[in-house]
């Protein structure tokens, strides 16, 4: 069944209120939350969800990624998130346009925000505008984006030198902080890598500590990270390691990916896989054991591409990571990798794949939680091993798979990495499809049932014009959809050697508030739909889109709005000539953020002028069809009244603004 429609240009009150109650009181199958398999995408461009996939606490999934529907020549992207219903079934998606070209990374609920604010932090990529102001000039940067429950943006920040690339891989939201050492429950970490100048195209690996909250994105510290032999060095993926962490103490942060810095060799070194512990208060090494840097590698190519603590079992405090290792099989196997809580004391490893010159990779690691009896007063920590659950993808001799590359999913133990059954289950179509990311997902009386929850990218066939699209999979607890199969991969213990060096530290320390234009676009095909069950579950109340309408409409809900301090600035709205603040006054030197939205292209020109008529700010919006911010400091005014007048397409709208002390 194609669930494809386009967004209108307005969504009348009206009808946002008819279409939530039809969804509310229509209820919801159970068995229909049970397992699914559905595109998210347009068909004529490529979309994928390399940016993760994870349940949301109030109900249904989100994913991020990455469309480039945006464009009539599929030439840029921009960040594409999807909020889905329990059942699969899509309940908004939002374009991000931040640059020329933007793609999210990863993605996680906020769960800890200071102001009590829940939604989402998205990271990734933007490639900035030439038109882009101040220190935001044409390069590669790294993008945080917090966004609420329902898509609205909260704040967006980029991260970088203009003369330099930086790429974020990874975030996660810190449940520890020190409040004595500047850090808190609630900052942003993000993992992923830069150049080390304008000339080279040397990389170091990439930690950010940033501040949460509604009005957030202040660089805590950074880090860069130098192997020994000054090699490229990558980060792609992090965690907190909260195992025996202190109350008002700050976990540590692991990090992994991929280094060449550790062996010194005349020519063309070989990747190794990359670990590394740091403090999460200053992301400095210590004299402490458990703060360590190692490199695994053996005669092939080693890359880590995701990574968690585990926190359940007789190895809990231990370090799981997945990647790829070229060290042993034909073009490349999936990798897993446990070490102890110091990454240089290793612990075990596994590969699994074809081992017949077929690509196999993993991409995504996460332990299974243990389940204990409700009798349980105080949870004790199980005396078994604990199982993780990888994702990734593999290519099955033909007749096993379904064509090319394959989504995978593979059980193992802890400890020993045995793989918790032999049959490898697999999902995808005739074309290539990847899993980029896989949750566990806890059932929900009468709305979701134990499984999995995976994102990535699929192409329904072989054809060269086939764009690919992001691909979401729930399956049950036995890795069923009821349109998967099964192949029992080759596996082998490679014990790769470890190689122990700590790099050497720098830092950047630049970052700045881009415009932002965000967008509503409904793509969606269910490709697998099982029906065996009765019941209703209470679904989010969050429009279908949140697209351009009435200030009253669209305007920040109070209880956002009272966690939006006064000192950090205000928002003024503009929507098809209705124009409102929040807060006004603004206290002098503080940002406030010009929000607008455009029913179609059409150019923006903004001034801000005192009541003498002095110009104090001048200069241009975006100019496309959606909601978009621009942020415009009061730094340097006197305190006093001004005027924002904002011309579009030669018709002006204006209002007061309060600047005081």
């Given at each position: 069944?194609?669930?494809?429609m386009?967004?209108?240009?307005?969504?009348?009150?009206?009808?946002?209120?008819?279409?939530?109650?039809?969804?509310?009181?229509?209820?919801?199958?159970?068995?229909?939350?049970?397992?699914?398999?559905?595109?998210?995408?347009?068909?004529t461009?490529?979309?994928?969800?390399?940016?993760?996939?994870?349940?949301?606490?109030?109900?249904?999934y989100?994913?991020?990624?990455?469309?480039?529907?945006t464009?009539?020549?599929?030439?840029?992207?921009?960040?594409?998130?999807v909020?889905?219903?329990?059942?699969?079934?899509l309940?908004?998606?939002?374009?991000?346009?931040?640059?020329?070209?933007?793609?999210?990374?990863?993605?996680?609920?906020?769960?800890?925000?200071?102001?009590?604010?829940?939604?989402?932090?998205?990271?990734?990529?933007t490639?900035?505008?030439?038109?882009?102001?101040t220190?935001?000039?044409?390069?590669?940067?790294?993008?945080?984006?917090?966004?609420?429950?329902?898509?609205?943006?909260?704040?967006?920040?980029t991260?970088g030198?203009?003369?330099?690339?930086?790429?974020?891989?990874?975030?996660?939201e810190?449940?520890?902080?020190?409040?004595?050492?500047?850090?808190q429950?609630?900052d942003?970490?993000?993992?992923?890598?830069?150049?080390?100048?304008?000339?080279?195209?040397v990389?170091?690996?990439?930690?950010?500590?940033?501040?949460?909250?509604?009005?957030g994105?202040?660089?805590?510290?950074?880090?860069?990270?130098?192997?020994p032999?000054?090699?490229?060095?990558?980060?792609y993926?992090?965690?907190?390691?909260?195992v025996?962490?202190?109350?008002?103490?700050?976990?540590?942060?692991?990090?992994?990916?991929?280094?060449?810095?550790?062996?010194l060799?005349?020519?063309?070194?070989?990747?190794?896989a990359?670990?590394?512990?740091?403090?999460?208060?200053?992301?400095?090494?210590?004299?402490?054991?458990?703060?360590?840097?190692?490199?695994?590698?053996?005669?092939g190519?080693?890359?880590?591409?995701?990574?968690?603590?585990?926190?359940a079992?007789?190895?809990?405090?231990?370090?799981?990571?997945v990647g790829?290792?070229?060290?042993?099989g034909?073009?490349?196997?999936?990798?897993v990798?446990?070490t102890?809580?110091?990454?240089?004391?290793?612990v075990?490893?596994?590969?699994?794949?074809d081992?017949?010159?077929?690509?196999?990779?993993?991409?995504?690691?996460?332990?299974?939680?243990?389940?204990l009896?409700?009798?349980?007063?105080?949870?004790p920590i199980?005396?078994?091993?604990?199982s993780?659950?990888?994702?990734?993808?593999?290519?099955?001799?033909?007749?096993?798979?379904?064509?090319?590359?394959?989504?995978?999913l593979?059980?193992?133990?802890?400890?020993?990495l045995?793989?918790?059954?032999?049959?490898t289950?697999?999902y995808?179509?005739?074309?290539?499809?990847?899993?980029?990311?896989?949750?566990?997902?806890t059932?929900?009386?009468?709305?979701?049932?134990?499984?999995?929850?995976?994102?990535?990218?699929?192409?329904s066939?072989?054809?060269?014009?086939?764009?690919?699209q992001?691909?979401?999979?729930?399956?049950?607890?036995s890795?069923?959809?009821?349109?998967?199969?099964g192949?029992?991969?080759?596996?082998?213990?490679?014990?790769?050697?470890?190689?122990?060096?700590?790099?050497?530290?720098?830092?950047?320390?630049?970052?700045?508030?881009?415009?932002?234009?965000?967008?509503?676009?409904?793509?969606q095909?269910?490709?697998?739909?099982?029906?065996?069950g009765?019941?209703?579950?209470?679904?989010p109340?969050?429009?279908?889109?949140?697209?351009?309408?009435?200030?009253d409409?669209?305007?920040?809900?109070?209880?956002?709005?009272k966690n939006?301090?006064?000192?950090?600035?205000?928002t003024?709205?503009?929507?098809n000539?209705?124009?409102?603040t929040?807060?006004?006054?603004?206290?002098?030197?503080g940002?406030?953020?010009?929000?607008?939205?455009?029913?179609?292209?059409?150019?923006?020109?903004?001034?801000?002028?005192?009541?003498?008529?002095?110009?104090?700010?001048?200069g241009?919006?975006?100019?496309r069809?959606g909601i978009?911010?621009?942020?415009?400091?009061?730094?340097?005014?006197?305190?006093?009244t001004?005027?924002?007048?904002?011309?579009?397409?030669g018709?002006?709208?204006s209002?007061?603004?309060?600047?005081?002390?």
């Amino acid at each position: 069944m194609n669930n494809r429609m386009d967004c209108p240009a307005a969504i009348r009150p009206w009808a946002i209120l008819a279409t939530v109650a039809l969804i509310c009181l229509a209820g919801m199958r159970p068995a229909h939350a049970q397992r699914f398999e559905a595109l998210f995408g347009s068909t004529t461009c490529v979309e994928a969800g390399r940016g993760g996939v994870q349940k949301v606490s109030s109900g249904g999934y989100v994913a991020a990624g990455n469309s480039y529907s945006t464009s009539s020549t599929c030439a840029s992207s921009d960040v594409y998130v999807v909020r889905t219903r329990n059942d699969g079934l899509l309940g908004w998606s939002m374009l991000y346009d931040i640059g020329l070209n933007d793609s999210a990374t990863s993605i996680r609920e906020v769960t800890n925000d200071p102001n009590g604010v829940g939604g989402f932090i998205v990271t990734g990529v933007t490639d900035n505008r030439p038109s882009t102001p101040t220190l935001c000039l044409p390069s590669r940067d790294i993008f945080i984006l917090r966004i609420d429950s329902c898509g609205r943006v909260l704040w967006v920040r980029t991260y970088g030198v203009s003369t330099t690339d930086e790429i974020a891989w990874d975030v996660i939201e810190a449940t520890t902080g020190d409040t004595t050492q500047g850090t808190q429950r609630g900052d942003f970490v993000v993992a992923g890598w830069r150049n080390i100048s304008a000339t080279s195209a040397v990389r170091d690996a990439y930690l950010l500590r940033v501040r949460g909250g509604t009005a957030g994105g202040a660089i805590i510290w950074d880090r860069t990270y130098d192997s020994p032999f000054n090699g490229d060095d990558y980060f792609y993926a992090l965690d907190e390691c909260v195992v025996n962490v202190g109350t008002g103490a700050t976990a540590d942060i692991v990090a992994v990916g991929s280094t060449n810095g550790y062996k010194l060799t005349p020519t063309n070194p070989d990747y190794d896989a990359f670990l590394v512990r740091v403090n999460g208060n200053n992301g400095t090494f210590t004299a402490l054991a458990t703060h360590s840097a190692v490199a695994y590698g053996g005669s092939g190519n080693e890359e880590l591409r995701s990574v968690t603590e585990l926190r359940a079992g007789t190895r809990r405090g231990n370090i799981v990571a997945v990647g790829q290792t070229s060290s042993v099989g034909g073009g490349g196997e999936a990798y897993v990798l446990q070490t102890a809580a110091n990454v240089c004391s290793f612990v075990a490893d596994r590969t699994l794949g074809d081992f017949c010159g077929g690509a196999d990779a993993a991409l995504w690691v996460r332990e299974i939680p243990v389940l204990l009896s409700s009798a349980d007063t105080v949870t004790p920590i199980p005396l078994v091993p604990s199982s993780i659950i990888v994702t990734g993808y593999v290519t099955p001799p033909a007749g096993f798979g379904f064509g090319g590359n394959d989504v995978f999913l593979q059980e193992f133990t802890t400890g020993t990495l045995n793989p918790v059954v032999p049959t490898t289950t697999i999902y995808g179509g005739a074309g290539n499809d990847w899993g980029w990311s896989v949750n566990y997902v806890t059932a929900t009386t009468g709305c979701t049932t134990t499984g999995f929850i995976i994102s990535g990218f699929r192409q329904s066939s072989t054809a060269a014009d086939d764009p690919g699209q992001l691909y979401l999979i729930k399956t049950d607890r036995s890795k069923s959809t009821t349109c998967q199969r099964g192949w029992i991969a080759a596996t082998a213990q490679p014990q790769l050697l470890p190689i122990c060096n700590v790099p050497r530290l720098d830092s950047i320390r630049r970052f700045c508030t881009p415009p932002i234009t965000r967008v509503c676009r409904v793509w969606q095909e269910r490709i697998c739909y099982i029906s065996d069950g009765t019941g209703t579950c209470r679904l989010p109340l969050c429009p279908l889109c949140a697209i351009i309408d009435t200030v009253d409409t669209f305007r920040i809900p109070d209880e956002l709005g009272k966690n939006i301090p006064a000192t950090s600035g205000g928002t003024i709205s503009m929507y098809n000539g209705v124009m409102d603040t929040y807060p006004n006054p603004i206290h002098k030197g503080g940002d406030f953020i010009l929000e607008y939205a455009l029913d179609t292209d059409r150019p923006v020109f903004i001034t801000v002028s005192d009541l003498a008529g002095r110009r104090v700010y001048s200069g241009s919006g975006p100019d496309r069809e959606g909601i978009s911010l621009v942020p415009v400091s009061t730094e340097g005014w006197p305190v006093g009244t001004y005027t924002v007048t904002m011309n579009v397409g030669g018709t002006m709208m204006s209002r007061k603004i309060v600047v005081k002390e």
